[in-house]
């Protein structure tokens, strides 16, 4: 099994929205993908940061059969419109994956 962790930072402000809309959007969007992909197993999405360093606004942990099911998660067209709204409103990432 791969876990996929993503932590992000947000624009203050993108899309009209202030950066704790935008993070209740990407919890919202990015948790409906649970069921829609084979091969992911679970995915849980947190905007409620209690701590973190660096610091983050936004952390996404998803659990995948293997590397080809990320693989296909991270190409998938439904994951790809995520993708698309978050990189308008993230300021920053980082991502590690590791086999559990």
């Keep these: 099994m791969i876990r996929h962790i993503v932590m992000w930072t947000l624009k203050e402000e993108a899309e009209g929205n202030p950066a704790a809309a935008n993070a209740a959007a990407m919890k919202e969007m990015l948790e409906g993908l649970a069921g829609r992909i084979e091969g992911l197993r679970h995915i849980e999405v947190s905007h409620e940061i209690v701590g973190a360093d660096p610091e983050c606004h936004v952390v996404l942990c998803s659990e995948h059969d293997d590397v080809d099911a990320l693989n296909h998660y991270q190409g998938h067209p439904e994951h790809q419109a995520c993708v ?11 991502a ?3 086999e559990v």
Excluded at 84 to 94: E, L, M, Q, T
């Design 84 to 94: 698309a709204f978050v990189r308008k409103v993230a300021a920053g990432r980082s």
């Design 96 to 98: 590690v994956d590791y």
